[in-house]
């Protein structure tokens, strides 16, 4: 069957094939909860590093792209150390209001030290949330708007965490998925494959990361395709999806509408 068309065969709210929307060989949670906690005191160092400060531009896409807008609710899922959460609290402004849920204490612990000491009087609307992405804590129609940065990757169970940011949206409200892409061209896999083996894991074992950072090839690989990151969405019960390729496509965002 075309992989296009399992999403068509789906009714609304029953469960796809699991095993499609999966992840990568690190099988347990806690694995990767211990893993980002070890990343945490760098993560943004290397990240400024590895891109040449380019994710900064790729993140502020992100946020435009889900619509967020002044006096909003919002939620940046994966927050990790707070990139798009401060984003986020920029745009909804001091009336607006902003969650960051993580699951590891560590990288929450870097954003709250981050909105402390970038003092901007607009971040006192942040909340850091220590949290599963795939039963969070809300009601459900809660946020006007979600990012995810660089984290449905690494969710175990994707199509759970897609259930539950469908549930916590408020119809006609958009969750906007940033992360790197995998893309079905050859060149684009062999570019940045070369660039983890060559740069980024190099980078990283100067920093003690090196078995850390060899995780994200596989971890890309494990990952779904535009295509599927689309039909998870449609699965998950979003009435439109559409996934665009960035930065020469090695990178994709979906933008996903309740
Ligand atoms: C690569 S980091 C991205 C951080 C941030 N969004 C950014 O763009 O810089 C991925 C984050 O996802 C978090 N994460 C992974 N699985 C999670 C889950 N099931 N629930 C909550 N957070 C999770 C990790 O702890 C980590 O902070």
Redesign the pocket.
Known sequence: MASSHIALLLLPGSRPPLSRFRGGPVRC?NE??AL?SRIAPVYDNL?DLLSLGQHRIW?RMAVSWSGAKEGDCVLDL????G??AFLLSEKVGSSGKVKG????SE?LAVAVSRQYMLSKSCYKNIEWIE????DLPFSNCFFDAITI???LR??LDRYKAMEEVYRVLKPGSTVSVLDFNKSDHEVITTFREWMIDNVVVPVASGYGLAKEYQFLKSSIRGFLTGKELEEIALAAGFSSAKHYEICGGLLGNLVATR
């Open positions: 949670a990767r909860q980002f990240n993140k994966c927050c990790g150390s990139d798009l849920l993580d699951f590891s990288q949290g599963n992405a795939v940065g660089f984290g690494n969710v």
